[in-house]
């Protein structure tokens, strides 16, 4: 019994050696197959990996490609554009036989130029006006259209008119602006403004330049208006340019269609300078906002513009790059000139600074002085001129409300001011002053 046991015990030991044994072998050939497979794994993992990195490097020469075929067709078509640009400006030249580099147009009084860009329509009637007055003069004032861009209709409607030379500018890099939610618009206008007007002066060699946008109509006594006033700028140092716009020029406030005046405030809107002025500005041109620039005291330098009373333009434009800011309440009942002035025969020498300081100064000073509240009906109630005082800025706002002119004003200049005098006819001949407290005594020359 006992030997039988011992047997058994024997018998189950070797069992469990075998069993062992082939245990380790299953473990062994286990992990040898395991790892096998680890290493397919890593080997499929690095495959993808190697595979995903050559996609993508295939996906980048791909948008590289791409993004050099756009930027092909691009160059192509504005290559094209360009192509059909000059063809069209050649014809034109061919047409009216014009050479500016072998002819020079010192002869004639003026250029006149009206800047377009994308308004065919506001164009078309803009040229109309023009050459509605223009036979009488054309000997003296050469017309000129110059287009900002590639509109189509508007470079169509231009050389429509074979009574104007045509140029064109094209700027096609992209504008940077300075500041944050800038208008672009502005900063192409100023670009356009100074390529115009360095065509007219040194290219083409005119003495004066008149400028016009393509949202104007002029008045019949337009062209010997700014050859009367343009005699003025030869002689008188202390004007920086003449301006067919008074922008309290609304109905009811102008009377005279003779009167001429002094300004400290750039009125624009169809205005002359000289190539001599021209040589001054254009190295300090702005990039944008031009207008604005024209009338800072540092731009002026102490000068002044002439305006008249009664516009000789007249602006139409309610949509444009100003979104037809002030359009409503003041630029549409502007009136427009409808007197033939005989400006040949007018004198005019009581715009040189000294004669009309001391025309002013009679004038302001002879006037009712008011004060008060609701100046404005009281001035309504006196016969003759009227004289307000304004301590500041907010306090002109106040009286130019009161009166519905302008309130704006620039670097310390109402619109219209000289020495700081706003003058404007109330109702009748009658004139009302809006002066500061230094008015009179700039007058004098204190």
């Known amino acids: 019994m006992a030997s039988k046991l011992a047997a058994l015990v024997c018998d189950t030991r070797v069992l469990l050696l ?48 791409m993004g050099r075929i756009v930027s092909l067709e691009e160059e192509k078509r504005l290559l094209e554009e360009k192509n059909e640009q000059l063809s ?67 470079r169509s409607k231009a050389l429509s008119f074979p009574q104007f030379q045509y140029l064109q500018h094209l700027d096609f890099e992209p504008v940077r602006t300075e500041r944050p939610g800038e208008l672009i618009a502005y900063y192409k206008i100023a670009s356009h403004y100074k390529w115009a007007l360095s065509q007219l002066f040194d290219e083409w060699k005119f003495k004066r330049v008149i400028i016009l946008e393509d949202d104007m109509e002029i008045a019949p006594d337009f062209f010997e208006y700014f050859e009367a006033t343009g005699k003025l700028l030869e002689t008188d140092r202390s004007l920086i340019a003449v301006s067919s716009w008074n922008d309290n020029g609304q109905r009811q406030f102008v009377q005279d269609p003779e009167a001429l005046h002094r300004s400290d405030f750039f009125p624009g809107l169809g205005w002359m300078l000289t190539r001599d002025l021209w040589q001054e500005l254009s190295p300090k041109w702005p990039r944008a906002y031009w207008d604005d620039w ?22 139409f434009g309610e949509h444009g790059s100003s979104m037809g800011q ?9 009136k427009l000139n409808d007197v033939p002035v005989k400006w040949r025969t007018m004198d005019l020498s009581y ?83 809006l002066v500061n407290g230094t008015s009179l005594s700039q007058l004098l020359g204190g």
Request: proline content about 2%; glycine content about 4%.
């Open 18 to 65: 075998i069993g062992v044994v082939i245990f380790v072998i299953v473990q062994m050939r286990l992990y040898s197959a395991h790892s096998e497979y680890a290493d397919r794994i890593a080997s499929a993992v690095e495959a993808e990996n190697h595979c995903t990195s050559q996609m993508r490097l295939f996906i980048d020469q791909i948008s590289q490609q």
């Open 88 to 154: 069209s400006l050649l014809q034109q030249l061919e047409r009216k036989g014009v050479s500016s580099t072998e002819k020079s147009y010192e002869e004639h009084f003026a250029a006149v130029v009206i800047m377009a860009c994308n308004r065919p329509d506001y164009l078309e009637r803009t040229i109309k006006s023009v050459l509605q007055y223009h036979d009488a003069v054309a000997s003296k004032f050469l017309l000129f259209i110059s287009q900002d861009g590639n509109n189509g209709d508007v």
């Open 294 to 315: 024209l009338r800072l005291n540092e731009t002026r330098k102490g000068r002044q513009f002439i305006r008249p009373e009664i516009c000789r333009t007249y602006n």
């Open 326 to 334: 002030f359009f409503r309440q003041y630029l549409e009942q502007i």
């Open 351 to 433: 715009l040189s600074e000294k004669n009309y300081n001391t025309l002013l100064y009679d004038m302001v000073s002879k006037a009712v002085p008011l004060s008060g509240a609701d100046v404005a009906a009281k001035a309504y109630n006196i016969d003759g001129d009227v004289r307000i005082e304004y301590a500041d800025q907010g306090a002109f706002e106040r009286l130019a409300r009161q009166f519905g002119i302008f309130e704006e004003w620039k670097d310390g200049v109402p619109r219209t001011a000289y020495k700081g005098v706003v003058m404007f006819r109330w109702q009748t001949m009658r004139c009302i002053f």
